[in-house]
């Protein structure tokens, strides 16, 4: 169990991480997702003893950590490139487990676990960004711990390698760990996680179960009508929003379909289409996030450029 009670810190004059409580429960995957510079990474160093709070305490399995956490209680993936680039994948980790009194067939067992095995023996210097991330994954198993924290995890895997962490992740929860990673993907953290932390410039936007992120969407309903122009105006009221692709079609977000055939039925509007827009994880996650992305690129001219 991870514990964090108005967890905060500052940079300078930037709060990077911004009175954060929350609760990570084991038995279950917890996703940590946000916009990039949310304040993930600083949390998830906080919680393991790297960075020092400016306020606030966090603990693991009631346990606060001044330094680095043991590898056998807490298994982290911080930054995978974080390795010496000259020793092989099977050196690096017989060097952690030796410096940690990990016995050397751990570390056969984890190059085995992460599919290692055809590249243990090379340097880590030539390894793709999967590969990199598969070591890292590895150096956090190495101690068998309860706890498992990671940081976007999935980088730079390939579709195979995004499966393997999820059925990783989903099984050390079944087995009554604690299961915490982060990701700005809601896509991802959908199918891997059952509980999601969402945070944006440094604050929590959403604490609920995946189910509950998707059950509070509002739905967009798509309307079409060649009297589309006439049944904007009947609908506009405060909470609505409403799009228009093209003259005879409306998407509108905010109003029940019912209330929307009720408005035009009492216009004598005929309307040829109302259709509920499936509401997604990633549009929650949007309109979530919507006021703390600092870094949103919009289309111009077709092209992505940032705002
Ligand atoms: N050592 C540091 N010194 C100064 N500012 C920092 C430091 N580390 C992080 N920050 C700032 O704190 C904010 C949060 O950064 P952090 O890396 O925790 O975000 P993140 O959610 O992990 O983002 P990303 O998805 O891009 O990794 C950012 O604005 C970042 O620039």
């Not at 946000?34 to 399995?61: E, H, W």
């Not at 000259?86 to 751990?106: C, D, F, S, V, W």
């Not at 030539?126 to 999935?154: C, H, K, N, T, Y």
């Not at 905010?254 to 209330?259: A, K, V």
């Amino acid at each position: 169990m991870i514990e964090a009670r108005g967890l905060t810190k500052r940079y300078g004059d930037r709060l990077a991480v911004d009175d954060l409580t929350f609760t990570v429960r084991p038995g279950a995957v917890t996703g940590f997702l946000g916009p990039n510079g949310a304040g993930k990474s600083t949390t998830m160093r906080m919680i393991l003893g790297l960075t020092r709070p400016t306020s606030g305490t966090v603990t693991i399995d009631g346990r606060r950590f001044g330094g680095a956490a043991p590898l056998a209680q807490v298994g982290a993936l911080l930054d995978a490139k974080a390795v010496h680039p000259g020793r092989t994948a099977y050196h690096h980790l017989l060097a952690l487990a030796a410096t940690h009194g990990i016995p050397k067939r751990r570390v056969l067992e984890v190059i085995e676990l992460t599919g290692l095995e055809r590249v243990a023996a090379k340097r880590v210097g030539g390894f793709s960004l999967g590969m990199g991330q598969r070591l890292g994954i590895a150096a956090a198993l190495l101690g068998d711990p309860r706890v498992l924290i990671l940081d976007e995890p999935v980088n730079g895997l390939d579709p195979e390698g995004v499966r393997w962490v999820r059925r990783l992740a989903r099984r050390y929860a079944a087995e009554g760990r604690t299961v915490f990673l982060s990701s700005h993907l809601m896509s991802e953290v959908a199918v891997t996680a059952d509980q999601v932390i969402v945070i944006g410039r440094g604050r929590i936007l959403a604490d609920a179960s995946v189910a509950e992120i998707v059950g509070n969407a509002t739905a967009t309903v798509r309307v079409r009508t060649p009297r589309a122009a006439e049944l904007m105006p009947l609908l506009t009221r405060a909470g609505v929003t409403i799009a228009s692709e093209t003259s005879d079609t409306l998407e509108v977000t905010g109003i029940e379909p019912e209330t929307i055939a009720a408005a035009a039925a009492g216009a004598g509007i005929v309307l040829t289409e109302l259709t509920p827009l499936a509401s997604t994880l990633e549009d929650a996650y949007m309109a979530l996030t919507e006021n703390a992305v600092e870094y949103r690129s919009h289309v111009r001219n077709g092209q992505e450029v940032p705002r």
